[in-house]
């Protein structure tokens, strides 16, 4: 088996790591300081990241995008996340969840996406709806030919720099075993529509300038059209392009560790204490080895997983398995090796001067977004356990 990056693979890792360093580093005090990038310079990296023909990469070729395979996209994503969230979200990676777009909605949403014409961002969570989607109090109602949103939701990422939203909402009820459950459609809202409001959200620990919002809908009423996919049917479509992710997450703490390391092996190799650099001491020594294996762990089982999507696996609970795997282990893991360079820094570590405390402190939302390590490990044991309850 071959682990070596081909020619477009190394490619991809290098343009995107000096984009990120050249480009992007530059600006992370400032948003950091400020919790704001401007709109105008949001563009400007949207420009310059479509003249490296890298927008949308994870879109079709065949509708302009990129044409990346899930492994490609995936050493991107990686490089990536060595920067702030705040100025990565300006790469432009429109949801997959867009291909389920049709007729009219194609030119009205999924085009313009692609385009970077127009910035999507999805609502999912509410305030007492978070990895149970079944329990959303957001509802949207038939009325006439229309729909009629009501509801709140929240933590709604970079919803204040999107165009519009991709809404799921529940409308309607189904008979089960169980009892009464919701059922799911989603909608696709733009800023603008009437009873549609995007509010400030929380002030959070993480990801300082990477806004999470809170959206209102007070009868919003949206024309069938508006619908993606079918009535009744949002859970389908999350699973059946949501899936991937996961795997975004994982890559993105890969990146993040493997940035906060290279800081904890230069502070090792160049400090001295007691006559001899702190890197010989076997407290810090054994710190980086064990840094490196856990970051090399993550990563080989980030790209496996997204390997395994490429063999066209994507319904496998295998495949299932794997993806929540990789982001179980690798938002552990840049937890363990942030907390680790931190303390191989000493009390610098902890100043601002260092970007290892907002790496630190970013990498606690990890654990939490895209479905928590608790229920990561609820996927991987259903998985497991699964074939043997047949």
Not at 201 to 211: A, F, I, N, P
Not at 309 to 323: T, V
Request: hydrophobic share 40%.
């Amino acid at each position: 088996m071959d682990f070596s990056l081909n020619h477009e693979q190394q490619l991809i890792v290098d343009t995107v790591r000096r984009f990120v360093e050249e480009e992007l580093y530059p600006l992370e005090a400032d948003l950091e300081k400020t919790g704001h990038l401007p709109l105008t310079r949001g563009r400007e990296i949207i420009a310059q990241v479509k003249e490296l023909g890298f927008y949308a990469a994870n879109m079709p070729a065949a509708i302009g995008g990129g044409g990346l395979n899930h492994l490609d996209f995936t050493l991107l994503e990686r490089e990536l996340g060595r920067t702030a969230m705040g100025l990565s979200v300006w790469w432009g990676r429109p949801s997959n969840i867009l291909l389920a777009c049709e007729g009219e909605q194609r030119e009205q949403f999924l085009f313009p996406a692609v385009r970077g014409e127009k910035i999507d961002a999805l609502a999912m969570t509410e305030p007492n709806a978070g990895s149970d989607l079944r329990s959303m109090a957001c509802t949207a109602k038939a009325d006439g030919g229309d729909w009629v949103i009501n509801g709140r939701k929240h933590f709604i990422s970079h919803a204040d720099i999107a165009d519009f939203i991709i809404v799921f909402a529940a409308s309607g009820f189904e008979t089960t075993a169980r009892g009464a459950r919701k059922k799911i459609t989603v909608f696709l809202v733009e800023k603008g529509d009437v009873g549609f409001k995007v509010l400030r959200g929380y002030d959070s620990v993480s990801h300082r300038g990477y806004q999470n919002c809170i959206l209102e809908f007070d009868d919003c009423r949206l024309p069938a059209g508006r619908i993606l996919g079918e009535v009744h049917r949002g859970f389908d479509i999350a699973n059946q392009w949501l899936y991937a992710t996961r795997i975004s997450v994982a890559a993105m703490c890969v990146g993040r560790a493997r940035r906060a390391f290279d800081y904890a092996l230069q502070q090792a190799a160049s400090r001295e204490q007691f006559g001899q650099t702190i890197g010989k001491f076997q407290g810090v020594g054994f710190k980086l080895a064990d840094m490196i294996t856990s970051i090399d762990a993550a990563d080989w089982l980030t790209l496996a997983a997204a390997w395994q999507l490429d063999q066209g696996e994507q319904s496998s609970g295998s495949a299932n398995r794997k993806i929540a795997s990789a982001k179980l282990y690798a938002s552990e893991m840049l937890a363990r090796v942030t907390d680790e360079a931190i303390q191989i820094h000493g009390g610098m570590g902890l100043m601002a001067d260092l970007p290892l405390e907002r790496l630190w402190r970013d990498a606690r939302v990890e654990r939490i977004w895209d479905g928590t390590s608790e229920i990561q490990r609820h996927i991987i044991s259903r998985e497991l356990l699964r074939p043997l309850e047949q």
